[in-house]
Each structure stands twice: as structure tokens, then as C-alpha cells.
């Protein structure tokens, strides 16, 4: 891939021109309390968040937060992680990023959000 193409590492957020985030391309995406996805009509502060990759780590930045780093490739090996969110109508099997995820999103956007991956089995998802 060329250094001019754009990647969107979690879904809704800013996009990259990084070389090294375009095999993460949609990988993540935020959820609400429902598991429905957050897109950035319904979590406008999605936009503001600031992503960059270094050393294997995510990292998201955004206005009055501390740094988040997430592991990029971790193997999913724990079930009591995995479970399923929607992106419209269709159900995605994904894998949660934890509690500090999702404090810092939920205090971020100031609703109830978790940041979850799509799960490396998963059937490709269909974006809107």
C-alpha cells in the first residue's frame, strides 16, 4: 500500500496515514450500554479523538484525557471477553478491551461506551 491512503484504526474515529494501521483498518469499535455502535452521529466526540500507532499499541489521544494505549495484536484466547455488538442490523462477534477502555470512552463521550475489537473469526462486517 501507498503512504497516501487513510485508515480509520477504530471505526468512526480519525483517520491515519500510517503504513503500519492500514492491516487495522475498522478492527475497533465503540459501543453503547446496548452493544450498538457508536458512529459518530450518535458520539460526535468520536472525531476528536486523536489515533497514532507505536511499538504494537494503539494509542488515542483526545482533548483533557490521559493517553490510551491498546495492545494491537493480542491473541483471543480468553471467552469470557468475547461477546456480540451490533453495527446496524447485523450482529458482530467482538472482543472487549477491558474496564479502562471503557472508563476512558465512558468519560470521554460522557455516556456509556466500551471500546471493542472485532474478533480475528468474524464474519466481515457490513459498514453502513
Not at 56 to 83: C, H, K, N, Q, T
Request: glycine share 6%.
Amino acid at each position: 500500500m501507498t503512504t497516501n491512503q487513510s485508515c480509520t484504526p477504530i471505526a468512526a474515529c480519525r483517520a491515519l496515514n500510517d503504513p503500519d494501521a492500514f492491516d487495522y483498518d475498522r478492527r475497533w469499535l465503540v459501543v453503547d450500554e446496548n452493544a450498538q455502535w457508536l458512529d459518530a452521529a450518535r458520539a460526535e466526540g468520536l472525531s476528536q479523538i486523536e489515533l497514532d500507532v507505536r511499538f504494537g499499541y494503539l494509542v488515542l489521544r483526545a482533548p483533557g484525557m490521559l493517553r490510551l494505549d491498546i495492545p494491537m495484536d493480542v491473541i483471543e484466547d480468553d471467552d469470557s471477553v468475547v461477546g456480540e455488538a451490533r453495527v446496524g442490523t447485523q450482529a458482530v462477534r467482538v472482543v472487549d478491551e477491558g474496564e479502562l477502555a471503557a472508563a476512558w470512552f465512558t468519560d470521554f463521550l460522557g455516556v456509556p461506551a466500551r471500546l471493542v475489537k472485532i474478533h480475528p473469526e468474524a464474519d466481515p462486517v457490513d459498514w453502513p
